[in-house]
């Protein structure tokens, strides 16, 4: 009975297993493009940031300048697409196992992450490029 119960579950298991999987590249990937993006749009604006500096900004109001412009445009494609998901979980909830349509905890999640990557992804190329050494930023309290 044990095995024909195991058996009839294999066909579930399989799907989660091949779901959860094809999230996690689908997340990976998606942080890897977020980061891509945003990296590139700072490196761009790296003229920008020398005629600023050389005009006599600090260093750490460029470095807010380019990490406010970037985070407020991921934050609002964050925002866009946090509604999307939302609106469209009728159409894969019939899908899920014992699992509501809105899982606020993964969708949570998955904002948060968005969010640190494009953080991590403005921060790293602007403090480059305006020549403050990382590691001392990281450092200071």
Known sequence: MAAL?????????????????FGTFAGLLACVGAYGLVSDSVVQRRREMGIRMALGAQRQNVLVLAMRNEIAAVGLGGCVGLVLSLELTHVYAHILYRLSGTDYVSVAVAFILLCSVSWASSFVPAAKVIGIPIARLLAEP
């Open 5 to 21: 119960i195991g058996s009839s579950r294999i066909g579930p298991r399989f799907s989660t297993l091949l779901f959860g999987t």
